[in-house]
């Protein structure tokens, strides 16, 4: 009996000392990630990382993301993921460039390099001239200059220009913008091709599905075959899709 209590005294300064071990592991754990965990809920973190800032803008910029919801992101929560942003950025910005492919495809190049930040349908409803969108688009490629090349960025302003050119003097335009982009991401629409069979199926099947729910996106016949003529013409697949590794 004498040796059951020195015996249990360390077992329980084992079972203590395990506790506080995990406790402090999930801690760490924890406030490593908390740039994750608190900022991708409005932002992908492609967006956080990939422009290197310096760290007084850091500090604004999530002292103004603080101040949308004090709730959310505490005072000590805010230091900490300034902390961590300075610290892992150089590494997430290698990850971000190492992931990043060359496509042949002026289109999938605009779909990989800018919905890291902005949404297809926001660009594409944008009413620009070339000019704006060559500055629009250097712009963008200064801040992220290394995830966006400037041969990049070149591509990019070609594609935008022409496809905003397409979608105002292209009858099916109109249409597209007004009937597709109301229920669908621009990119789940622009990462597909499709010879013209391929597109009058899928378009006509949205047809019933916004006959049947949608009365705002409802398109007739003739509506139809313009935005499919739109759709041929601009992601036929006479597009070579191939992407290859820089």
């Known amino acids: 009996m004498k040796y059951m209590i020195p015996v249990i005294m360390v077992l329980c300064h084992f079972i203590v000392a ?7 592991t999930k801690d760490a754990v924890n406030k490593h990630i908390l740039v994750d965990t608190k900022c991708s809920r409005c932002h992908t973190l492609k967006r956080v990382f990939i422009i290197p800032r310096p760290v007084e803008a850091w500090k604004n910029i999530v002292e103004e993301m603080r101040d949308k919801n004090p709730e959310w992101i505490t005072s000590e929560e ?8 300075v610290s892992i950025l150089p590494e997430r ?6 992931e990043r492919k060359d496509y ?3 289109r999938l190049l605009f779909v990989d390099r800018c919905t890291s930040c902005h949404s297809i349908n926001r660009i594409l409803l944008k ?10 688009v250097e712009r963008m490629q200064s ?8 041969e990049d960025a070149s591509r990019i302003t070609q594609f935008l220009s022409e496809r905003a ?10 249409i597209f913008v007004a009937k597709c982009l109301i229920c669908h991401p621009g990119e789940q629409i622009l990462l597909e091709t499709h010879d013209r069979a391929g597109w009058e199926k899928i378009v006509k099947k949205m047809q019933m599905i916004a006959r049947d729910t949608l009365p705002s996106a409802r398109f007739g016949y003739e509506e ?3 935005v499919v003529d739109l759709l041929v013409k601009t992601q036929g697949q006479k597009t070579n899709n191939s992407s290859t590794q820089p």
């Open 127 to 136: 009413d620009k001239t070339a000019g704006e969108w060559k500055e629009t």
């Open 18 to 24: 395990t506790i506080l071990m995990a406790q402090e």
């Open 78 to 85: 805010a230091q900490q993921i300034i902390s961590e942003i």
């Open 165 to 174: 050119d397409v979608l105002k003097e292209d009858a099916g335009g109109n």
């Open 93 to 98: 910005i290698r990850a971000a460039t190492s």
């Open 104 to 106: 042949e495809d002026a």
């Open 224 to 226: 139809a075959k313009l």
């Open 143 to 150: 801040e992220a200059s290394e995830y966006i090349t400037k």
